[in-house]
């Protein structure tokens, strides 16, 4: 499982440096590359058997629901557009695609989380702002979990 905040600079061809405790899950799940997706304000990298669980179900969901109009289609193709396979190398970085990079606004510093099963890839900037709209939705959250259990 990934977890954890972690800040990191792009080198000048474009990599990030993953951190050592994610390398680490990584190996004990034998994943050397991650595919790396656009998600409207971060990138997210999945392990490749996360992505295909996640691209065949949205498939099957899609090709057997009859009455869904093609939004769902065009969703898919376009997240499929937005993604890239990309190997980590054995000093553990990361080459993340120009296009996906200024997507995400990613130029210089990169904050990288861990997300579960994926990793989430921000701009410092990108970072930030979801931060403070966290810490806006904290209390009414904190009640929302609790009604449930949490």
């Given amino acids: 499982m990934f977890l954890g905040k972690y800040t990191t600079n792009l ?3 474009g ?3 993953m951190p050592a405790k994610f390398r680490e899950v990584l190996r004990g799940i034998e994943v050397d ?3 790396l997706s656009f998600n409207g304000r971060h990138l997210s990298a999945y392990p490749p058997q996360i992505w295909e669980e996640l ?3 949205l498939y099957n969901k899609i090709t057997t629901s009859p009455h869904l109009d093609g939004n769902l ?3 898919r193709r376009y997240m499929n557009s937005l993604t890239s396979p990309c190997n980590i190398d054995k000093q553990g970085r990361l080459l993340i695609p120009g296009e996906l990079r200024d997507k995400a ?3 210089k510093e990169a904050i990288i989380s861990g997300n ?6 921000w701009s410092k900037e990108g ?3 979801f931060e403070q709209e966290m810490q806006g939705k904290l209390a009414e959250m904190s009640k929302d979990l609790s009604a449930i259990g949490f």
């Fill in 73 to 75: 289609s065009d969703y």
């Fill in 116 to 121: 579960e099963k994926m990793i989430d890839i």
């Fill in 55 to 57: 691209h065949a179900n």
């Fill in 11 to 13: 080198d000048p061809k």
């Fill in 15 to 17: 990599r990030v440096v």
């Fill in 33 to 35: 590359r991650l595919y």
């Fill in 127 to 129: 970072w930030d702002k």
């Fill in 105 to 107: 606004g990613i130029t």
